[in-house]
């Protein structure tokens, strides 16, 4: 007769395993989804809540295991739940890759920004009246020219908003 007391010491050893490595992953992952200012969509969502569900379901195994040491007798639902959250952390794993990266503002859509902001004032701000282009850091700087009148606009890449507006 197996020593099924043993088999779900071992259950229990493999599922505080399973939890170790799970929770460091996710707290990591909730930091580097925030610091990194990723949006909240639900693809972004899928890793976590997958990590979420792998804990949940190796808790659930270690829950299952107790009684079996306890009453000496086996429980597959202990084995059943630690499978499971052992594939729930692999999967989550693999689906770090869903997460989008959050786009940086292009060209295109700081000029289009930059005309829908500034189209009331004087000089009207063009597309087609960009003179020049350059790139200071994580900021865009504009040179506009309408007839003898020239602005300069500095656009932020981090916070996609224009920070700086003057004629020059």
Known sequence: MPNIKEAYQAVIDFNKTIISITSAILAALISFLVFQDYTLSLLNLVAPVVFVLSLIFSILGIGRAIPAINLDQSKKWAVRFSNLGAGLMILGIISIYLIKKPE?????????????????????????????????????????????????????????????????
């Open 104 to 168: 940086k503002a292009t060209i295109d859509t700081a000029l289009s920004d930059i005309e829908k902001t500034l189209s009331k004032i004087y000089p009207v701000i063009r597309i087609k009246n960009c003179q020049k282009i350059e790139l200071m850091g994580e900021n865009y700087l504009f040179h506009f020219k309408e007839g003898t009148i020239s602005r300069k606009v500095i656009y932020s890449l981090d916070t996609e908003k224009i920070i700086l507006s003057e004629v020059e």
